[in-house]
Structures are given as structure tokens and as C-alpha cells.
């Protein structure tokens, strides 16, 4: 399993409202981040401060800057510190990364996906608990 490469397909894929958001983690957004509260509406997040649609992408969701014009363009989090626990718990199994077609994957693990499992839980040990 390689390392993320900031492909942002999880983001693209999921950023757009259909995450979702701990009541505590909006009342601290609420309380600490007023920015990132503004898109969020009876408990739902990324929707639109005005309008109150949902969002097709999510707000805080930025290309980085290429180092050639032949780099692949790369993605990252204006909130990464701030994101919520959905976020902060992607992937979760590698049948996940497989159906979300992650970068992250390699045909190693498709051989041996429970090995591959472990690996990801490990990779993801500070983010999330374990899946078994």
C-alpha cells in the first residue's frame, strides 16, 4: 500500500454534503471556527451559507500548486486540523479504497487484502479504531 498521494478522489467522491458531521464537532466549529460553521445548516455540513443547498464540492477543498506543468495535480484540506471524524476516518476497509478507485492501493493488496487490512488499520491507527 503506498503512501496518500493527495489525489483527492476520497474528497471529490464525498465532499460534496454527503458526510456528515458529530453535533459536537459542529458546536466546536460553532464556538472556534465560525468559518467553517457558516456551511453548515440544521446539522448538515457543506451547504451552501446562502442559499442553503448542498454543496457539489466541498468548500474547503483546494488544488495545490504544481511544481511543473507535468505534476499530477494534488489536493489538500484548508480545514485538514479542523476536518470532521468522516473525513478523518477514510478509508476505512480496503474494499472502500478498491470501489472509490484510492491511489493508495496496489495489486499486492488486492492479492492478499487481509494483509492489506492490516496495513490500513495501521496506517490509520491515530485516525480511527480498527476494523476486524
Given at each position: ?42 446539522g ?14 466541498c ?28 473525513c478523518?476516518?477514510?478509508?476505512v ?9 484510492c ?20 496506517l ?9
Amino acid at each position: 500500500m503506498k503512501e496518500c498521494n493527495q489525489c483527492g478522489k476520497c474528497c471529490l467522491l464525498y465532499g460534496d454534503g454527503g458526510l456528515s458531521a458529530t453535533p459536537q464537532e459542529i458546536e466546536s466549529w460553532e464556538v472556534f471556527e465560525p468559518d467553517i460553521a457558516t456551511f453548515v445548516r440544521d446539522g448538515k455540513i457543506w451547504v451552501d451559507p446562502i442559499t442553503g443547498d448542498k454543496l457539489k464540492h466541498c468548500p474547503w477543498l483546494e488544488i495545490l500548486p504544481q511544481s511543473s506543468d507535468t505534476s499530477p495535480i494534488k489536493y489538500g484540506c484548508r480545514i485538514y486540523n479542523q476536518r470532521p471524524q468522516d473525513c478523518r476516518q477514510y478509508p476505512v476497509t480496503v474494499a472502500d479504497m478498491v470501489r472509490d478507485g484510492c491511489e493508495m492501493i496496489e495489486a499486492v493488496d488486492l492479492e492478499s487484502p487481509r494483509a492489506a487490512q492490516l496495513q490500513l488499520d495501521k496506517l490509520m491507527a491515530e485516525s480511527r479504531p480498527a476494523v476486524s
